[in-house]
């Protein structure tokens, strides 16, 4: 019988370094014969990117936060049910780039009481919570300061929503939030560890790559025990 696999999760603010320690520690894995899946939240199978596409596409003033919270839901319940599940059925580790440890910081600085997230999490994906979280902490300067945005401006919508969430959304999505809002957001990341369901580790990452790495592949080594 095939052991089941582990589902790993990346997350923290802007500009934390998600990108290349998730590819790190793929390479690391693969290196050490252990076969893995990526997960792309929100979108990453075809009924996910089109809720990606609503979520990206469309001015979200006119959006209500509880239906934008439920399409980011929907896409994991998609993401979950047809990559992630069958992929640790086959014992394979699945590598999250962000999941509903993001709706629990950016949706919940936005003023959506965290308890709800956690149930639409429990409805959306039932079990399959990831075996561990790695959060990224990085203060939201130095974040803008590595991807060149700045959080300067109010937004569309007074700051609300999940669309710094996004790689390729247009810049007046993801810059147009007063900088308390992006602080809002690191400090509920750093709740994280007693509020979420599941394990979740705090990494400091705004030290050089190689020293976020040894202790990412500190924590996940032991987690996969």
């Not at 599941?198 to 990494?203: D, G, H, N, Q």
Request: contains cysteine; proline residues 7%; charged residues 25%.
């Amino acid at each position: 019988m095939i052991a089941r696999g582990k589902f790993i999760v990346f997350d923290g603010p802007d500009g934390s370094g998600k990108g290349t320690q998730l590819a790190r520690l793929e390479q690391w894995l693969g290196e050490n014969g252990r076969s893995t899946v990526r997960a792309k939240d929100p979108g990453g199978t075809e009924i996910g990117d089109r809720i990606r596409h609503v979520l990206l596409g469309h001015d979200l003033a006119q959006m209500a936060p509880r239906c934008e919270a439920l399409l980011f839901m929907a896409s994991r319940a998609q993401l979950v049910r047809e990559i992630v599940e069958p992929a640790l059925n086959t014992g394979k580790i699945v590598l999250g780039d962000r999941f509903i440890s993001s709706t629990c910081a950016y949706q919940v600085a936005a003023g959506f009481p965290r308890e709800q997230v956690i149930a639409l999490g429990n409805f959306a994906v039932g079990s399959t919570w990831p075996h561990l979280t790695i959060v990224l902490d990085v203060p939201p300067e130095v974040g803008f300061e590595r991807t060149g945005r700045k959080p300067h401006h109010v937004s569309r919508r007074g700051g609300t929503g999940q669309l710094s969430m996004f790689d390729d959304a247009e810049p007046d999505a993801m810059e147009r939030r007063p900088l308390d809002f992006h602080r809002r957001v690191r400090q509920l990341f750093l709740e994280l560890p007693s509020a979420y369901p599941t394990p979740v580790a705090v990494i400091d990452g705004a030290r050089p790559a190689d020293a976020v790495f040894a202790d990412v592949l500190q924590t996940v080594q032991r987690a996969l025990g």
